[in-house]
T-cell receptor, first 114, second 116 residues
Framework: KAGVTQTPRYLIKTRGQQVTLSCSPI?????VSWYQQTPGQGLQFLFE???????NKGNFPGRFSGRQFSNSRSEMNVSTLELGDSALYLC?????????????FGQGTRLTVV | GNSVTQMEGPVTLSEEAFLTINCTYT??????LFWYVQYPGEGLQLLLK?????DKGSNKGFEATYRKETTSFHLEKGSVQVSDSAVYFC???????????????FGTGTLLAVQP
């Protein structure tokens, strides 16, 4: 069974640009969550999607947005990039929502903003 | 709000030494608790979990017990190997007013380096 696939793996963007990151969950998984990982702030929750609906949102500015498609694939978008957006963005998929549900993580997209 | 605190690293051990990584949490209600591991250049992998008080999660020789009275979930292993070198994250998931959630709140991570 294929794991969580994130594309691209690496990305370099200029300040002020926008970027779209993609996540393909494990087949049959309906829940997708996104996290930002930085050396200073650690792992921070961005969004949770289930059945194409955003169920939870972390404490990030409106420049960060996302969506989930009917096949459960998800994208996140960051507009007007800032240097501080440089991070590893991790996507996680889960079969469902509920107590103790395991999250399966992709390898991440390394975004560098210059 | 909900939060996780884990011991600062790095933790450096010799092969076959005993490992403890401390983790405490603050949460309303009854969270589920997890340990995830991140190897260099990889995403996170679930190591073990516990969903209610006094549950013990175990996997690959690692263990952690959900202690509600001390709000702790310390990770232990009796004999570490070089291949255990990685970053270990303690995390919780707690239901909110919207009901069940897969949102994870992570600790800062602890780097473990095991020397031969």
């Amino acid at each position: 069974k294929a794991g969580v696939t994130q594309t691209p793996r690496y990305l370099i963007k200029t300040r002020g640009q926008q970027v779209t990151l993609s996540c393909s969950p494990i087949s049959g998984h309906r829940s997708v969550s996104w996290y930002q990982q930085t050396p200073g702030q650690g792992l921070q929750f961005l969004f949770e999607y289930f059945s194409e609906t955003q169920r939870n949102k972390g404490n990030f500015p409106g420049r960060f947005s996302g969506r989930q498609f009917s096949n459960s694939r998800s994208e996140m978008n960051v507009s007007t990039l800032e240097l501080g957006d440089s991070a590893l963005y991790l996507c996680a998929s889960s079969p469902d929502r509920g107590r103790g549900t395991e999250a399966f993580f992709g390898q991440g997209t390394r975004l560098t903003v210059v | 709000g909900n939060s996780v605190t884990q011991m600062e690293g790095p933790v450096t051990l010799s092969e076959e030494a005993f490992l403890t990584i401390n983790c405490t949490y603050t949460a309303t209600g009854y969270p589920s608790l997890f340990w995830y591991v991140q190897y260099p250049g990889e995403g996170l992998q679930l190591l073990l979990k516990a969903t209610k008080a006094d549950d013990k999660g175990s996997n690959k020789g690692f263990e952690a017990t959900y202690r509600k009275e001390t709000t702790s979930f310390h990770l232990e292993k009796g004999s570490v190997q070089v291949s255990d070198s990685a970053v270990y994250f303690c995390a919780l998931s707690a239901p909110n007013y919207g009901g069940a959630t897969n949102k994870l709140i992570f600790g800062t991570g602890t780097l473990l380096a095991v020397q031969p």
